[in-house]
C-alpha cells in the first residue's frame, strides 16, 4: 500500500528533474499542471491526424483556462474553485498560476486520435479520467498504476492494445471505477503484485468486449466491494471460481469457460454465463454436469466421518459413506447390473443444490463437515454437523436408505422446500442427492435451541435449567408454530405432514421454528406409513388418515388436527400419546375444575382462565381436533383467534410480545458468514 506512493513521489521528482534542463521555460511553469498538460497531454491525446482537434484547440493561450474543454481544475490552497467567477473565466493570466491543480480531464467522443501519455500519472490531484468513444490507440502506460489521485478511469470503446500493466491494481485503493470496454487488449488479466489485495474501493470492473484470454484470476474474488463484473466477449478460459456469488452484476457471457459452475453461483441469472464452452455445466445452466470436475473422489464422499455420539459419551462412528456403500451393495443385489452400468457410466459425486441463504456452501464443506447424531427418525438420521474452518454449523437430515423416492421425483418438492422462507419456519439452505440416491437435506442449525417436546417433557436430569413455561410463554410458542403452518398452507396448499412437539424449536425468546416442513413429499409410501404409524403411536394423526385401506393424505386440515393435539400439549403439559380430547371431554363430563385440566405451570398466577384466554386456548384446540375434517378451523383462522387470545400478562404487559423480541436475531447462524 505504501510502496506505490513512494514511488510516485520519486517518479514526480524525476519527472520534475528531466523537466527542468529541457523546458527551458521558468522553473516554476515547468513542473506546473498547466505545462504538463500543454507538453505532455494534449499532443499525445492528439496524435498526429491533421487538421488538429476541435476541444484540443480550446488548450491555447489565447483562450482563457476556464473556457479549456474537458477539464476541471482546483487550487492547491483551500478556497472557491478557480472558475467560480466570470472575472476568472475571462481572465487570461490564469493559466500562468502555478497554484492550479487538474482533477479531472473529461473528453468522452471528442475524436482523439493519439495514444495515452505516461505523463497521465503525474498530476498529483487528477481523480478521474473519462476518455471513452474516441480512436485512441497503443498501449495502456504502466505509469498510470502510479497516479496518485485517480479514482475513476473509463477508456471504454477505443482502439486500445497490448497488455493489461498489473500496475493498475496499485489503485485499488481509490479507484471505484475501471472500465476499458470495447477494445483490444490482449493477454491475460493480470494479478495484484501484493497477495492480499482486495481493492476494497472498487466498484465495477468492466474488462468486457476485448481479447484477453488465459484463466479468470481467482484474485479478483478477493475484491470485497465489487458490485459489477463484465467480462464478456472475451477468449477467457477454464473454470469460473468460487466466490463470484455477492456481485450484484456478473457477466461472464461469451468466452470460453468450461466445467462446473459453483455452487455459490447456483442462484444467479443463466444469461451471466450464455456462449461459453458446452463443457459449462451445472446450475442455474440447464446443461447438466455429467462428472464432478472438482476432483473429490468417492473416498471424499466416505471422508464425511460422522462422530456418533450416545449421551455424552463417543460410542462409535459411522460414515456416510460407509452408508451409501452398504446401500449400493444392497440395492446392486436386488436389481443385477442395472445398477451398476449407471455408476460406471458417471463416476461422479452427485449434486448440491443451494437455495437462498445456502449460496457460501460447497459440496466439499458440506461432505466434509464433521457432525454428531442429534436425533433419528423412522426414515432420517439428524446430525448437527460443523463446517471447516470456522464455517458454522449446519444441520443434517440424511434421509434413510431406501426410503425416498428418485430424484426427478423428489425435484419438485425440493424446491418447493427450499423456497419457503419465513422466521417460524427452519429454512432449508442446500439439497444434496448423491450419485447412489443418497439424499442429505441441509438446514441452519439453531444453537441453544431445544425442541418443544424436551422442553415440556425432557427429563430434568441432564437437562440443565429449564426455564419456567408460563401461560404467556407457551402462547407465544404456539403462535410462533401456527404462523409458519398458515405460511405453509397459504403458499400452495401444501400440508407439513409431521406436525409434532419435537419438530418444533424454541430459542431462549420462546420464538418457535417449525422444523421438517413437507420431507414426507419425498419419502416412498411405505416410509411415509411409518411417518404415519409413529405420528398416531405419538397421537398426533387425524383420524381419517387411520382408515386402513383408504389412500387419504396428509393435508393441511391433518396438519391442523396435529397443531391443535400440539396446543392441547401445551396447555395440559401431558404427553399426546394419551389421547389428549379424550381426557378433556372426560374432565368436563366429570365437572372437575377446569384448573385441574392445565398444566400445573400454566394456572400458576392465572386468576381467571376466561380472563387471560386459556378457556378460548383450549376451545380453539379441541376445535382442531374435530374428528371431521371440515369442521376444523383453517390455520389462517387458527392465528387469528390465537392472536386475540393474547395472555394480558399483569406484571410486565410488553416484556414477552415486544416486536424485537418476536424476531430473534439467533435466526441464520450459518448465513450471517
Ligand atoms: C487572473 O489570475 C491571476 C492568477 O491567478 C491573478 O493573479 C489575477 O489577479 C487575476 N486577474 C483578475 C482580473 O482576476
Ligand atoms: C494474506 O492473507 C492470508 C490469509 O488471510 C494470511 O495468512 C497472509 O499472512 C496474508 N499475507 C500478507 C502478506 O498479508
Ligand atoms: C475452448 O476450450 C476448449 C478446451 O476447454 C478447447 O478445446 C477449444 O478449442 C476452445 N475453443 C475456442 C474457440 O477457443
Ligand atoms: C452479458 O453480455 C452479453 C453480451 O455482451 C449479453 O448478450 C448478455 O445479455 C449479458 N448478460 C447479462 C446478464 O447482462
Known amino acids: 500500500m505504501v510502496m506505490p506512493r513512494c514511488c510516485c ?274 446450475p442455474p445452466l440447464a446443461q447438466q454436469c455429467l462428472a464432478s470436475p472438482s476432483g473429490l473422489s468417492p473416498s471424499g464422499v466416505a471422508a464425511m466421518v460422522i462422530g456418533l455420539m450416545a449421551g455424552a459419551v463417543v460410542v462409535a462412528s459411522v460414515s456416510i459413506g460407509w452408508a451409501q456403500g452398504r446401500w449400493r451393495a444392497r440395492r446392486a443385489a436386488e436389481q443385477g447390473t442395472l445398477m451398476e452400468t449407471t455408476e460406471d457410466g458417471a463416476g461422479g459425486e452427485g449434486k448440491l443444490v443451494v437455495f437462498q441463504g445456502g449460496e457460501h456452501l460447497t459440496l466439499e464443506e458440506v461432505l466434509n463437515a464433521t457432525g454428531q447424531v442429534v436425533s433419528k427418525a423412522s426414515y432420517c438420521t439428524v446430525y448437527k454437523a460443523k463446517l471447516a474452518e470456522g464455517g458454522g454449523s449446519i444441520e443434517l437430515r440424511l434421509l434413510r436408505e431406501g426410503s425416498c423416492k428418485d430424484a426427478e421425483l423428489c425435484a419438485p418438492a425440493v424446491r418447493r422446500i427450499g423456497r419457503a422462507r419465513h422466521e417460524n419456519l427452519v429454512p432449508l439452505r442446500a439439497f444434496y442427492q448423491g450419485r447412489r440416491g443418497e439424499k442429505l437435506l441441509v438446514y441452519d442449525y439453531f444453537p441453544g435451541h431445544r425442541t418443544l417436546h424436551e422442553l415440556l417433557h425432557g427429563e430434568q436430569a441432564g437437562q440443565g435449567m429449564r426455564p419456567a413455561l408460563t401461560w404467556a410463554r407457551r402462547h407465544k410458542i404456539a403462535l410462533g408454530a401456527a404462523r409458519a403452518l398458515a405460511y405453509v398452507h397459504a403458499g400452495h396448499g401444501e400440508a407439513h405432514g409431521n406436525v409434532r412437539s419435537s419438530n418444533v424449536l424454541v430459542d431462549e425468546c420462546f420464538v418457535a421454528r417449525v422444523a421438517e416442513y413437507a420431507v414426507h413429499r419425498l419419502l416412498v409410501p411405505s416410509a411415509a406409513e411409518a411417518v404415519l404409524a409413529a405420528a398416531k403411536a405419538d397421537g398426533y394423526r387425524a383420524p381419517e388418515l387411520q382408515s386402513r385401506g383408504c389412500r387419504c393424505r396428509c393435508s393441511p386440515r391433518t396438519d391442523v388436527y396435529a397443531f391443535g393435539i400440539l396446543l392441547l400439549e401445551l396447555l395440559m403439559g401431558r404427553r399426546p400419546s394419551g389421547d389428549l380430547p379424550a381426557a378433556v371431554k372426560a374432565a368436563v363430563l366429570e365437572e372437575v375444575t377446569m384448573m385441574e385440566v392445565f398444566d400445573a405451570e400454566v394456572a400458576r398466577g392465572v386468576r381467571s382462565p376466561a380472563e387471560e384466554g386459556l378457556l378460548q386456548a383450549l376451545k380453539l384446540a379441541m376445535g382442531c381436533c374435530a374428528p371431521v375434517a371440515a369442521a376444523r378451523p383453517s390455520m389462517a383462522e387458527v392465528v387469528r383467534q390465537l392472536e386475540e387470545i393474547r395472555p394480558r400478562n399483569s406484571s410486565r404487559p410488553s416484556a414477552i410480545y415486544s416486536p424485537a423480541e418476536t424476531r430473534s436475531d439467533a435466526g441464520t447462524p450459518t448465513a450471517a458468514v
Open 9 to 282: 513521489l520519486l517518479r514526480i521528482i524525476i519527472i520534475i528533474i528531466l523537466l527542468l534542463p529541457a523546458g527551458g521555460i521558468a522553473s516554476a511553469a515547468a513542473s506546473s499542471d498547466v505545462a504538463l498538460l500543454l507538453e505532455r497531454v494534449k499532443p499525445a491525446l492528439q496524435g498526429q491526424g491533421q487538421g488538429g482537434n476541435a476541444q484540443l484547440a480550446t488548450w491555447t493561450a489565447s483562450t482563457p483556462l476556464c473556457l479549456w474543454r474537458g477539464l476541471r481544475w482546483s487550487t492547491a490552497l483551500a478556497g472557491p474553485p478557480p472558475c467560480d467567477s466570470p472575472a476568472a473565466r475571462a481572465n487570461l493570466s490564469l493559466a500562468r498560476d502555478p497554484a492550479l491543480l487538474l482533477v479531472s480531464l473529461r473528453l468522452p467522443a471528442s475524436a482523439l486520435a493519439g495514444h495515452l501519455p505516461p505523463a497521465l500519472a503525474a498530476f498529483s490531484s487528477l481523480a478521474s479520467i473519462y476518455l471513452a468513444h474516441n480512436a485512441l490507440s497503443g498501449p495502456i502506460p504502466l505509469d498510470l498504476g502510479n497516479a496518485p489521485a485517480l479514482a475513476v478511469l473509463d477508456l471504454a470503446s477505443n482502439r486500445l492494445s497490448g497488455a493489461l500493466p498489473p500496475s493498475i491494481w496499485n489503485l485499488c485503493d481509490r479507484l471505484t471505477l475501471l472500465r476499458l470496454h470495447d477494445n483490444a487488449l490482449t493477454g491475460p488479466i493480470p494479478d495484484p503484485a501484493g497477495p492480499n489485495t482486495t481493492c476494497d474501493a472498487l466498484r465495477l470492473l468492466d474488462l468486457a468486449a476485448n481479447r484477453f484470454s488465459g484463466a479468470l484470476p481467482s484474485s479478483l474474488t478477493a475484491f470485497r466491494g465489487l458490485q459489477r463484473l463484465d467480462l464478456a466477449a472475451n477468449r477467457l478460459e477454464g473454470p469460473i471460481p468460487q466466490g463470484l456469488a455477492g456481485i450484484q452484476a456478473l457477466n461472464l457471457s461469451y468466452n470460453n469457460f468450461s466445467g462446473q459452475l459453483p455452487p455459490d453461483l447456483a442462484a444467479s441469472a443463466p444469461d451471466s454465463f450464455l456462449g461459453n464452452s458446452p463443457a459449462l455445466c451445472g
